[in-house]
């Protein structure tokens, strides 16, 4: 078995982190990577008090009375809370409470207070080293540093961070300033290489989005799923243009990565005429979300698309994660010859 901090502390069997996603992530996938012995979040999202209550109620079903209720919370999109934070204040007053929320893309701080009066724990998102001392001073007990490779939203391509830079920079970093505040690594793990790379570049675990987004109790469709399957990892690419198409008013400092479908295709480079005049575009996305045609509708993946081979359970995934991890670790002394 793997031992970090991050097991330690939060009492897990593997290192490993269910990413909040947004629709994609509800209770059943959270349940059952909590089940497994990871740590799941519900995929709160843009604050959706319906779709939270009703996601947080099947994951409550499921893991009321059983020790894995201490593996589950429950993420969120900072900016959009600072709209309408209900869904938050809904979860921090339920009898199963969230053991984490997870805020990303905005400021914490002012949610810090009311999550920490719940004694729940804070954990930071963050996309850029500049965020670091916000997350600290919201009271942030586990980073995560998101690299560009990751699926869905993320820095706009231009600055997106590489996870095998950004990883060892922000621990080096935390070391420096805030030793006792953990750190996972994002963006690009799918497998037990990726796990055993991050834990190598001084995170203590890994926190992994769309390799669960490809399993059984992923919310996303079927045929979103098999597209994902049969892609490989060139397949994909940053850009705000779903975002348009989706009527997301996403902040300009962030974009979103999918598979690079034809409708995204015809707009790659054309994004200020999108943005000018969108109606037709948006007829057509929305006609391929209705129909379930992926040449129109998002498939929101992230580059490991290219190692995503099946889809099983949740629960499968990430114990052939951790167990490739420990191979992995355990084979890397054989690197070293005695001269
Ligand atoms: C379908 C999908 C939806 C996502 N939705 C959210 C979200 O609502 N909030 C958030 O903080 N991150 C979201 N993310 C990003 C994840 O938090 C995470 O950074 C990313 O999945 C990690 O990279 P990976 O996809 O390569 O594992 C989403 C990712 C995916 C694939």
Known sequence: MIRTRLTERLGLDLPVMLAPMAL??????????????AFGLVGGGYGDLDWTRREWAILTRRLANSAAARHAGCGFITWKLDQDASALDWVLDQPLLPQAIFLSFGDPRPYASRIARAGVRLICQIQGLAELPAAIEAGAEIIVAQGGAAGGHGAVAATARSTMVFVPEAADWLAAHAPGVMLLGAGGIADGRGLASVLMLGADGALVGSRLWASREGLAAQGAKEQALAADGDATARSPIFDVLRRKDWPAEYDFRALRNALHRTWEGREAE??????????????GAAAGDFTRANVTVGEVTGLIRDLPGAAEIVRRMAAEAEACLAGASRLIVNP
Not at 27 to 35: F, H, I, K, P, V
């Open 24 to 37: 994609a992530g509800g209770g059943e996938l959270a349940a059952a990577c909590a089940e497994a012995g």
């Open 274 to 287: 999108l943005r000018a005049n969108p109606a037709a575009a948006w007829a057509e996305f929305d006609a």
